[in-house]
């Protein structure tokens, strides 16, 4: 069974801080998605990486999808209280793309204080 | 431009009553996923639907739950006889093709009594 792994589980960190989070399996994965889920809401997809060794930037946030497509992390430079949230990664175990075969992780709960 | 609507947002059911959850896809998307999320457990898929179809069940319980998207109308699942068990945050997405991204309503929690 193809699991992913999140960590830290939770965080809570000042503004203007700088953090890492981690999505790891021992499985390889052909896609992985990050979403960002406001509490009363739902998931909302941030990006979507492809190809190991990927780097993607929005904004103030960075991915890095792991070269052997095992892992992959993001990192947010001087969070802000907007970045507050639940962040998911969701892995997609074949070429198909299938979403319904999306494995997801539990996520970070991430705060971020005023 | 709407997004996928979910209603209710909150339901809450006695024990052996029914529960019924709706979900309007985004405009022009005809594929629809159903997920249910606890908080120790993460997002679980449970159901995906095409109009008139049931394309995959296989994260849905067999009894107690059902699961439409008719030709006209919202998508439905349902929840007979709910038990305490039942309680959680469920979700639907829809996509315009069964590989393109997700996008989720803002779910339907359910307390069961």
């Known amino acids: 069974t193809q699991l992913l792994e999140q960590s830290p589980q939770f965080l809570s960190i000042q503004e203007g801080e700088n953090l890492t989070v981690y999505c790891n399996s021992s499985s390889v994965f052909s896609s992985l998605q990050w979403y960002r889920q406001e509490p009363g809401e739902g998931p909302v997809l941030l990006v979507t990486v492809v190809t190991g060794g990927e780097v993607k930037k929005l904004k103030r946030l960075t991915f890095q999808f792991g070269d052997a497509r095992k892992d992959s992390s993001l990192h947010i430079t001087a969070a802000q209280p907007g970045d507050t949230g639940l962040y998911l990664c969701a892995g997609g175990p074949d070429n198909a793309g299938n979403n319904r075969k999306l494995i997801w992780g539990l996520g970070t709960s991430l705060a971020v204080n005023p | 431009n709407a997004g996928v609507m979910q209603n209710p947002r909150h339901l809450v059911r006695r024990r052996g009553q029914e529960a019924r959850l709706r979900c309007s896809p985004m405009k022009g998307h005809s594929h629809v996923y159903w997920y249910r999320q606890l908080p120790e457990e993460g997002l679980k898929f449970m159901v995906y639907l095409q109009k008139e179809n049931i394309i995959d069940e296989s994260g849905m319980p067999k009894e107690r739950f059902s699961a439409e998207f008719p030709k006209e109308g919202p998508s439905i699942l349902r929840i007979q006889q709910v038990v305490r068990g039942d309680s959680a945050a469920y979700f639907c997405?829809?996509?315009?093709?069964?590989?393109?991204?997700?996008?989720f309503g803002n779910g339907t929690r359910l307390t069961v009594t």
């Open positions: 997405a829809s996509s315009p093709t069964q590989t393109v991204s997700l996008h």
